[in-house]
């Protein structure tokens, strides 16, 4: 039979794995918005001669904001095994700037989202 030690010893071998697969997501999802960002940029200028600082902003925010999705189920997972309650603090803070800063930069490219829809009916 499984002891109980083994048991935990398996959950928290996989939380750590599955914590390292959603931070490197994060990252992946960082780096794929300063390529297509870039890409954009390099596009739109050369058709335009105008930098389009808006649809970039949009496009990098919305891949900072699936990264922070990313980044705050690491943060969930990482309290299912801390072991102490000084760290499962920190982990809270964590958590909780992070959300603030995702719903934030939500509205913000809400706003600016419909800002260019409001723009582009004017046309």
């Known amino acids: 039979m499984v002891s109980m030690e ?3 010893n398996s959950l928290f071998s996989f939380v750590h794995f599955l914590r390292f697969v959603l931070e490197a997501t994060s990252a992946l999802c960082v780096f794929l918005g300063l390529i297509t960002t870039l ?3 390099i596009n739109r200028y050369g058709q ?4 389009p600082f808006i649809e970039l902003r949009l496009n990098f925010g919305t891949w900072l904001a699936l990264a ?9 997972l990482s309290t299912t095994i801390t072991p102490s309650f000084l760290a499962l603090g920190q982990l809270a803070a964590i958590a909780v700037i992070r959300t603030f800063l995702n719903y934030f930069l939500n509205k913000e490219l809400e706003s600016e989202t419909n800002l260019q829809k409001k723009n582009a009916d004017k046309s």
Do not use: M, P, S
């Not at 335009?48 to 930098?51: A, D, E, K």
């Open 48 to 51: 335009r001669r105008v930098f």
């Open 68 to 76: 922070l999705e990313f980044q705050l189920g690491a943060d969930i």
């Open 6 to 8: 083994a048991l935990e």
């Open 39 to 41: 890409k954009i940029a």
